[in-house]
């Protein structure tokens, strides 16, 4: 398996950076990558860190998982990458300040567009299409959030694809207590999550505390992280041993329901905890001046549902969401669900 300059023969892991974009700003975009080869065939599995660089719980994560995994008794190929967003991650920001835009969002990238775009272009077709399946960790940044597993809705629940079938199983075997599906467009993500579809990899996303829970529950996030690395190798057969969760059940919302932004910027403190359901009229959050403390607006709830995971409070200064509500979709029992993916091809 080669990945631009670096090479790891069966049997070994090999580390380097992936020539990206040239930049002017003294802050290199190249790609930390670390390649795992197995020394049996198998899938190829993509795990990446910190696309937003300041959400950094699946960096720690794919850094333990990267010492403690042997090689020799890997089937298939690992690409690790702790962190996607080099720039963003230097400065402690979501984005790269270079040009203000953010790479999980510019998938397939362009090769003549800015130094985003083109670490997007070169990220996406020399490692992403490469993959049978891709976990990305995502986390709060600044502020905490929720921990659950994200992905995109299904076109047709009762007709599944064969890549959306993979995905059922891969967000169960990942073992968290919660998952939530929303719509393809949500959060601008559309243009992207159809790039990696049509490579026909198998993504699915995880919100991972963060913030103000990485300080609280840091060390239970991180664990958890890696954690679900070593499921999914178990679930995709790369290697041996039982599944390990949070418990038997996995509760799956379907947060296709609504999804709405602040009437104004402040400080939001939400109200209704999440698995909660509300009435249409309820008190869902407040915003308030972060400087003063004075109320700037009360949240009623929309409409009657069921309050999916989003964060606790944070500033809502370019906030995409503050609330979203769905419903629960289903619970899956990791006792009577087959947790286990093959694909075809093998590396
Ligand atoms: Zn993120």
Redesign the pocket.
């Known amino acids: 398996m080669r990945i631009g300059d670096i090479e790891a023969r069966p049997g070994t892991k090999a580390f380097g950076y992936l020539r990206t974009a040239a930049s002017r700003s003294g802050l290199s975009p190249d790609i930390p990558i670390h390649l795992i080869a197995g020394s049996a065939p198998g899938p190829t599995l993509l795990v990446q860190g910190a ?2 660089g300041a ?1 950094i719980i699946g960096t720690i994560a794919i850094l333990h998982f990267v010492r403690k995994i042997d090689p020799r008794s890997l089937r298939g190929t690992v690409i690790a990458v702790p962190v996607v967003n080099r720039v963003g991650f230097e400065l402690g920001e ?1 984005g790269s300040r270079i040009d203000g835009k953010d790479i ?1 969002r510019l998938f397939p990238g362009n090769p003549r567009g800015s130094v985003s775009e083109q670490v997007a272009h070169v990220y996406f077709h020399e490692v992403v299409a490469r993959a049978n399946a891709m976990i990305d960790f ?2 709060g940044g600044e502020a905490g959030y929720e921990r659950y597993v994200l992905f995109t809705a299904e076109r047709d629940p009762a007709n599944l694809t064969d890549l959306e079938r993979k995905r059922r199983k891969l967000v169960v075997a990942f073992g968290l207590d919660q998952a939530a599906f929303f719509p393809p467009d949500t959060f601008g993500a559309n243009k992207a999550k159809e790039a990696i579809e049509g490579a026909g990899v198998v993504q699915f996303t995880l919100e991972f505390g963060g913030g103000t829970g990485w300080f609280k529950n840091g060390a239970d996030n991180v664990r958890d992280a890696e954690r679900g690395i070593w499921n999914t190798l178990k679930a995709l057969r790369m290697v041996d041993g039982p599944f390990e969760a949070d418990g038997p059940l996995c509760t799956i919302y379907n947060a296709s329901v609504v999804l709405w932004k602040p009437p104004v910027d402040g400080l939001f403190i939400r109200k209704k905890g999440f698995g909660e359901f509300v009435r249409a009229g309820d008190a869902y959050g407040i915003i308030q001046d972060p400087y003063t403390g004075r109320l700037l607006a009360e949240m009623p709830t929309p409409r009657d549902a069921t309050v999916i995971p989003s964060g606790q409070e944070w500033p809502t200064v370019g906030a995409t969401s503050i609330g979203i509500l769905g419903a629960v979709d289903r619970v899956e029992d990791r006792r009577t669900t087959d947790l286990y993916v093959s694909f075809d091809e093998t590396a």
């Open positions: 696309i937003h959400e979501r999980s995502h986390a």
